[in-house]
């Protein structure tokens, strides 16, 4: 078993790690929020969250962590819808 020292560490690369994937993301939700302003689509796209969502979870080994890696994926859409409602906000002014 890791000491607890040793589990931080991980999860400090852990976190540096999704930071740099998070930027990452980010950047593509700005793509998409502009092409989806230009085609005049909505921000959320219920369907489609749901099929990814579906598709990521299949992703895991773990069968215990599902629900919570769901949650996770939600949130992370949450984070992306907002971000582009700001930049549809921002273009509005």
């Known amino acids: 078993m890791l000491t607890l020292d040793e589990a931080r560490v991980i ?9 740099k994937l ?6 593509a939700v700005e793509h998409v929020v502009h092409y989806k302003m230009e085609k005049g689509l909505p921000i959320l796209d219920a369907k489609r969250e749901a099929e990814v969502i579906e598709k990521n979870l299949n992703l895991l ?6 629900p ?3 949650e996770f994926l939600e949130k992370a ?5 907002n971000y582009q409602q700001s930049i549809v906000d921002a273009n509005k002014k």
Do not use: H, P, Q, T
């Open 11 to 19: 999860i400090n690369e852990v976190d540096k790690e999704m930071a």
């Open 22 to 27: 998070f930027e990452k993301r980010m950047g």
């Open 61 to 66: 080994e773990n069968e215990e962590l599902k």
């Open 68 to 70: 919570y890696f769901k």
């Open 77 to 81: 859409m949450e984070v992306s819808r």
